[in-house]
């Protein structure tokens, strides 16, 4: 079994500061790891993905993840908010143990508010 | 624009209506799913179709129905609804069943029901 955990539910921050979305998981098999985001009344966009290849892993527009299995998390970070960054993220868990279709177990998601 | 399109992006029905949704996507994936995205909730797997045959439904009631005609398409169609049932419903496809392959989600139909 699988699972995923996004600590918070609401982040806020000020343009130009750090952004730090936390997220741990548990997973009985080496798991891959996404982040997704959403913008207001849109679907949802990858942010970036880990399976298995360096720890560190960038995504799109300036956000990057690292990946720590001692500590199981999987922590989205951003050196420097940006006003278009509101939005709400996804951390999402997967792994290929069931041996049927594939499926992703879902975080409930952390809404990012930035302040100017 | 992740490739994922779905219509409609609004739609209210009565309790009695039928109607569906419909999803098209232009990644020549393998694999189609529809989640349900309701508030306060995190997404929940509905229906899996792997090469147009359904691998995966995750205990959804009947009055929602899926069909996949074709690897790139995939329908939702709903009858008899109840206004719980008002959520958003995203469509996603992906090439094979691995892991680590990105699953590309649709921007979604808004669904209401009265």
């Known amino acids: 079994a699988q699972s995923v955990t996004q600590l918070d539910s609401h982040v806020s921050v000020s343009e130009g500061t750090p952004v730090l979305l936390r997220c741990n998981y548990s997973s009985s098999y080496s798991p891959s790891l996404f982040w997704y985001v959403q913008h207001p009344n849109k679907g949802l966009q990858l942010l970036l993905k880990y399976t298995s290849a360096a720890t560190l892993v960038k995504g799109i527009n300036g956000f990057e993840a690292e990946f720590k299995k001692s500590e199981t998390s999987f922590h989205l970070t951003k050196p420097s908010a940006h006003m278009s960054d509101a939005a709400e993220y996804f951390c999402?868990?997967?792994?290929?143990?069931?041996?049927?279709?594939?499926?992703?177990?879902f975080g409930s998601g952390t809404q990012l508010t930035v302040l100017p | 624009e992740t490739g994922v399109t779905q219509t409609p992006r609004h739609l209210v029905m009565g309790m009695t209506n039928k109607k569906s949704l419909k999803c098209e996507q232009h990644?020549?994936?393998?694999?189609m799913y529809w989640y349900k995205q309701s508030a306060k909730k995190p997404l929940e797997l509905m229906f899996v179709?792997?090469?147009?045959?359904?691998?995966e439904n995750n205990s959804v009631p009947s009055r929602f129905s899926p069909e996949c005609p074709n690897s790139s398409h995939l329908f939702l169609h709903l009858h008899t609804l109840q206004p719980e049932d008002s959520a958003l419903y995203l469509c996603a496809s992906s090439q094979g069943r691995n892991s680590g392959n990105t699953i590309y989600f649709g921007e979604g139909s808004w669904l209401t029901v009265v």
């Open positions: 999402v868990v997967s792994d290929s143990s069931s041996g049927s279709a594939r499926q992703l177990t």
């Open positions: 179709y792997s090469l147009e045959e359904r691998v």
């Open positions: 990644l020549g994936h393998n694999a």
